[in-house]
T-cell receptor, first 112, second 115 residues
Framework: QKEVEQDPGPLSVPEGAIVSLNCTYS??????FMWYRQYSRKGPELLMY????GNKEDGRFTAQVDKSSKYISLFIRDSQPSDSATYLC????????????FGKGTRLSVIA | GAGVSQSPSNKVTEKGKDVELRCDPI?????LYWYRQSLGQGLEFLIY????????KSGLPSDRFSAERTGGSVSTLTIQRTQQEDSAVYLC?????????????FGPGTRLTVT
């Protein structure tokens, strides 16, 4: 079993839909959780960053962490065609400059 | 300011040849990472440099892979005797304490194809 599991999709939704992206993980030591967005032939860019359990909102994006279930989610409200990209969850055990463990990424297409 | 840059953007090589991939991190970032992104496999950690400490090589898949970081800045990832399974996008990232998140900033990657 991989440390981080993520459904690769692809996921196709109409413009304006609410999108839910999810990851599960097996290592209870993970404490820092991130969501990256990656456009085709570009490097990943950080979207959301959360520490431990709880919710964090930033504009149309909401990140949720449930450490008891080892489950994290990213919600996108009022999805736009420009949101079409691959979304990668990532996590680390401790703070600081340390490598991240990534999910495989979910490819999202938002259809106008 | 300038982001992370990588060169070349694309590299096609024959099986058995050696290749060198270059990464220029963001100026002043103390940490530098190499990841590999294969189709259907997500990002896999390869190697990590932090300041003057010995690098963490725990992610390197074989002894054909090596990396160095000169002067705490530019890094080169070398793959010797390339194999077809080495075909992937090689991503470099750098980080430093930034709003407490230690955000990793990624370069655009080098797409390696081994024929």
């Amino acid at each position: 079993q991989k440390e981080v599991e993520q459904d690769p999709g692809p996921l196709s939704v109409p413009e304006g839909a609410i999108v839910s992206l999810n990851c599960t993980y097996s290592n209870s030591a993970f404490q820092y959780f991130m969501w990256y967005r990656q456009y085709s032939r570009k490097g990943p860019e950080l979207l959301m960053y959360t520490y431990s359990s709880g919710n964090k909102e930033d504009g149309r994006f909401t990140a949720q962490v449930d450490k008891s279930s080892k489950y994290i989610s990213l919600f996108i409200r009022d999805s736009q065609p420009s949101d079409s990209a691959t979304y990668l969850c990532a996590m680390r055990r401790i703070s600081g400059n340390t490598p991240l463990v990534f999910g495989k990424g979910t490819r999202l297409s938002v259809i106008a | 300011g300038a982001g992370v840059s990588q060169s070349p953007s694309n590299k096609v090589t024959e099986k058995g040849k050696d290749v060198e991939l270059r990464c220029d991190p963001i100026s002043g970032h103390t940490a530098l990472y190499w990841y590999r992104q294969s189709l259907g496999q997500g990002l896999e950690f390869l190697i990590y440099f932090q300041g003057n400490s010995a690098p963490d090589k725990s992610g390197l898949p074989s002894d054909r892979f090596s990396a160095e970081r000169t002067g705490g800045s530019v890094s080169t990832l070398t793959i010797q005797r390339t194999q077809q399974e080495d075909s992937a996008v090689y991503l470099c990232a750098s980080s430093d304490r930034d709003r407490g998140s230690y955000e990793q900033y990624f370069g655009p990657g080098t797409r390696l194809t081994v024929t």
